[in-house]
């Protein structure tokens, strides 16, 4: 099993760029190693190898192939929208990963028809994942976060 070796440099480039072009994801390939940057929180480089690494850009962020939809603390999407993490354009998230939540505290807007509806804690817990980004698309049923 070969050692992938990142780039971080490249990484942020690649992130800033996300950010510049408003696009959800960048990968790029060069002499069979390739590296792809998302706004959903991960970066994961695979080489030619049958082996992968992944590496987590944010705390509680979900692995490639791991699928929230059915666990008992997912918090789903109630309609298609765009998911919001904060109140405001440039404004602190509702919630961050590692906060207690109490029953009804607002923890993010989807914004469904030019209209903002704040999604509510279904019950009281500590926020363990977000699984979205800031402006991100989502349809119904859409795992967003997880209250354990």
């Keep these: 099993m ?10 942020r480039e690649l992130a800033a760029m996300l950010d510049e072009t408003g696009l ?6 060069d002499e069979g190693a390739s ?18 690494a992944s590496v987590s850009t944010e705390p509680g962020a979900p692995a490639e192939d791991e699928d929230y939809s059915q666990n008992p603390g997912a918090v789903l999407s109630p309609m298609v929208g ?6 405001e354009p440039g404004g602190p998230p509702f919630v961050s990963v590692g906060d207690a939540v109490g029953e009804g505290q607002p923890l993010l807007i989807v914004e469904a ?3 903002m509806n ?9 926020v363990t994942h977000i699984l979205i ?4 698309p989502v349809e119904y049923g859409d795992p967003l976060m997880i209250i354990e």
């Design 133 to 136: 980004s800031d402006a991100q």
């Design 113 to 115: 028809m030019k209209t």
């Design 82 to 87: 765009t998911a919001y993490i904060a109140p």
């Design 24 to 29: 959800s994801e960048i990968e790029i390939t």
């Design 2 to 11: 070969a050692k992938l070796e990142l780039d971080k440099e490249l990484i």
């Design 35 to 52: 590296l792809r940057v998302s706004r959903a929180g991960h970066v994961i480089a695979a080489g030619s190898a049958p082996s992968s």
């Design 118 to 126: 704040q999604i509510p804690a279904p019950r009281a817990g500590v």
